[in-house]
């Protein structure tokens, strides 16, 4: 069975809630090539996100992730399989993804491009400003409202996408390594940004990295993936409370669950190199 994205309504009367907000079951994804074989992305992947949890995927160059976000953001359709989302607020939009290219308009200025999501869904224009103005001053981009992004540094423009995102009130986010191109430092910056919002807000997170150190810090859970074809090989418990900050760092067992997840990707991703060399 094959199926696009899918959102559910929410249930109604005595019907207990769906603890799942996504659920990708048996999804395959395969690039067609002209007359050469057939290149598989993605192979029978089973996944479930709870509601309000913070999910990693983390795995070798190539192995799938971002196919992955991308079939969960309807950009894609799956070969084979079904991807469930449950939708429970239909004022709401059900995802809003933000990548890591800077993918702002570089014609609107810092407030227009942080605005498009509510001028799109026909929110009124003056508490589309004030929404957006919270959160530009949330993201601590306050005086650079007029500013147009070829202005702006690399992690100015991230903070502009990550606005744009969190001011429609998105159910889901869909966050495909939106920190890679940053210095390490803005990086840790965003984040413990990052962290705050999701705690304040209580959103679910489908977030994509290779970078297990941020993927310990953010997560509730790690799923692992194989090297292409991308399967599931390994989920994650993160057995550390919340709130953090980045002193988590510190904790010895911090480390040992690093080392832990990179002895269990080390040979994929050598495999992955030796075979792009």
Not at 37 to 42: C, I, K, N
Not at 178 to 205: C, G, M, S, W, Y
Not at 221 to 226: E, F, H, K, Q, T
Request: charged letters at 30%.
């Amino acid at each position: 069975m094959t199926e696009a994205v899918r959102s559910e309504s929410p249930p109604t009367g005595d019907v207990a809630p769906i603890a799942d907000k996504i659920r990708v079951e048996g999804v395959s994804y395969r690039y067609r090539r002209r007359g050469r074989e057939d290149v598989v992305a993605l192979d029978d992947v089973d996944l479930t996100v709870a509601r309000g949890e913070f999910l990693s995927v983390a795995g070798p160059s190539g192995c799938g992730k971002s196919t992955l976000l991308r079939v969960l953001a309807g950009l894609q359709k799956p070969t084979d399989g079904v991807v469930r989302i449950h939708h429970e607020h239909r004022d709401r939009p059900l995802v809003a993804p933000v990548f890591q290219e800077y993918s702002i308009f570089p014609w609107r200025t810092v407030e227009a491009n942080v605005r498009l999501g509510l001028d799109a869904a026909g929110v009124d224009r003056a508490e589309a400003r004030r929404r957006s103005q919270e959160w530009i001053e949330r993201v601590g981009l306050a005086g650079f409202e007029k500013v147009l992004p070829g202005n702006l540094s690399g992690g100015m423009k991230q903070r502009v996408a990550l606005a744009r995102a969190f001011v429609v009130e998105p159910e889901i986010l869909l966050m495909d390594e939106p920190f890679a191109a940053l210095d390490a430092q803005l990086r840790k910056v965003l984040q413990e940004e990052l962290l705050a919002i999701v705690r304040e807000h209580n959103h679910t997170v489908f977030f994509v990295t290779h970078n297990l150190d941020e993927a310990i810090l953010l997560s509730d859970r790690i799923a692992l993936m194989s090297a292409r074809p991308g399967r599931v090989r390994r989920i994650v418990d993160v057995p550390f409370a919340r709130p953090r900050t980045a002193r988590l760092r510190k904790d010895p067992e911090f480390g040992r669950l690093e080392e832990d997840l990179w002895a269990d990707l080390k040979d994929d991703v050598e495999t992955m190199e030796e075979a792009v060399r």
